[in-house]
């Protein structure tokens, strides 16, 4: 679960995040098809099936494991969360690129857009666990408000939007990259 967003009136942040809707998502998506063919990429797909808003990561990854994504980290059946994140990326090539994909709690007014980056993500940061950053590119979907108590607001995120925002994410990835082997139709 990734905390920190960047909050400015324009879309451009200090750290090149960029906030948007899905149609900025499908942009960014197909700028990294035009960059990377789809069997140079990894989608470490972070979080868990045990808590309704950080089971994003599994949803998408799930998703894009059954239209034809070839090197996914992170399923309903094999979540990348805070207990293996670590041991998951040293089974990630070196030359692989990284694109993290991860829930993250923010502004009231931005609930249902997305964080996206050219850089890494720092997953479980909402809950205060410190792992290490991750991700040449990332998208951060923010599933609900920030409040005083992070693992209360994830479990009682509604599951509909979680489910509409992974839709949205994969929706994104399989069209930009139909052309290497993504089916966005399946």
Not at 167 to 182: L, N, P, Q
Request: some cysteine; aromatic content about 4%.
């Amino acid at each position: 679960m990734y905390r920190r967003e960047i909050v400015h009136s324009d879309l451009q942040g200090n750290n090149g995040t960029m906030r948007g809707d899905a149609s900025k998502l499908r942009e960014f998506c197909e700028q990294l098809a035009n960059k990377h063919r789809l069997d140079q990429i990894v989608f470490l797909c972070i979080g868990t099936d045990r808590s309704t808003g950080d089971a994003l990561g599994p949803l998408v990854g799930s998703a894009l494991a059954e239209k034809g994504c070839p090197h996914v980290v992170g399923t309903l059946e094999s979540p990348c969360d805070s207990n293996n994140l670590t041991l998951r990326l040293q089974n990630v090539p070196a030359d692989k690129v990284l694109i993290a994909i991860d829930a993250c709690l923010g502004h009231p007014l931005n609930v249902g857009q997305y964080l996206i980056a050219e850089g890494s993500i720092q997953p479980a940061e909402s809950v205060g666990t410190e792992l290490p950053a991750v991700g040449d590119y990332s998208i951060a979907a923010i599933v609900n408000e920030n409040g005083v108590k992070p693992y209360w607001t994830l479990q009682t995120t509604s599951l509909y939007s979680v489910m509409r925002m992974a839709r949205e994410i994969v929706e994104s990835i399989t069209s930009a990259f139909h052309k290497d082997g993504c089916n966005p139709k399946s």
